[in-house]
């Protein structure tokens, strides 16, 4: 079980004001453990009126064959689902805009309830966007087998810039604060301590801070380039930056398509440790708070024709993605997304 | 956060809020900076990406994106 808090925040970029459409997408998880997740959800957001927008996602987890940590109890497999849903407001007032929202889901020994809010303002006819945003989780795992639920809370606070530099040239820059109090160990992974493996015991509380810069800069000949920097620190003294470098084409109206490389690299947390010794307050054996590295690879390909296709009205576009993700803990996986996106009247 | 990442970000800041002023993208030359490419945007694939990458990763955040609670590992 995987005790990541539940953050939900504004997406800042705040130039195209929302559309009616509904988005259908199936993703496809696998990894070298031989650990699957299908993932179908829709995304359907509708205008009530030119100011007043809403949007409501409906997705589900459908997790199968053993994990490592699921592997220990139930050799033969084990099966888990998540369901998740949310729904947010956002409603213009002139140049800002107003969002409040929530989010819900549940699965097998995990719980998780958010609320949001956040506001946006152009300035500078626009050229500038300032963005801030606020949620407030309420996590509750169950540790497995025992019936026993602890509670986890999750603050969240989001600020960035964007800003149009020229007609072909924006950036953003963000920075997150993330604090997380209560249960925080993973009650399922377990490391070595004076040769025994035991679950591991995370402090109570932790600070998070992320920085990010992005980039996106219109290349001659129907070419972008996307550039994403972020710089992670927390008390727990885990430390990590992430690059991400992409360019994508037009080919002619109809065909985008692109690739990015995703770079990333943390230290561990101040108590990791391979295996412990004596009587440590704190020890891990969660794989998230280890020093390691990792890269990825992801193509993608859009199709918008220019009438109808499948059935579906003019507008309609096919979306398909794949990741290949390695890291140097020797976690392999492979991700496929296919997405439709539906115009509706 | 480290000394270096605050020096950057207030840089950053600083540097953006100085020149807002002086950017002077009009309405009609708008164009290309609505194309889908140049959109930081949360769409259903890079919710997902992200979703999931927190879930191998000790970090999170940053980018004003989504992710939840997440399952089984």
Known sequence: MALTSVVLVVAAAGYNWAQNQLDLSFHAFQDKRGVTVLSPDADFSKDFSDRTNLKVKFGVDSISAASNSCARCHPDGANNGRVVGSASVTRKYGDSKVTVGGEFSKEMFYTATTGLASISRDLNNANTTVAAGFAFSLNQPVLHPSRQTESQRSMDTYVSLTQSWTKGTVTQFGYELNQINGYQTNPFLRTSVNSVLTTGNSPDARTRHAVSARLRQALPAETFLEVDYRRYHDNWSLNSSTLALGLSHHFGDTIVAGGTYRYYTQTGTYFYKPSYTGSPTYFTGDFRLFPFDAGSVTGHIELTPKGPFLNMPAGSSLTLEYERYRSTTGFVAGIFTGGIRIPLK | ?73
Request: glycine residues 16%; hydrophobic residues 40%.
């Open chain 2, 1 to 73: 956060m480290p000394r270096v990442g605050r020096v950057i970000f207030a840089l950053a800041v600083v540097a953006g809020l100085a020149s807002a002023g002086c950017a002077t993208v009009k309405p009609w030359q708008r164009g290309l900076l609505a194309d889908s490419c140049m959109v930081f945007d949360s769409s259903a694939e890079t919710s997902y990406m992200t979703h999931w990458q927190e879930a191998r990763e000790g970090s999170m955040g940053g980018f004003g994106v989504q992710g939840g609670g997440c399952g089984c590992k």
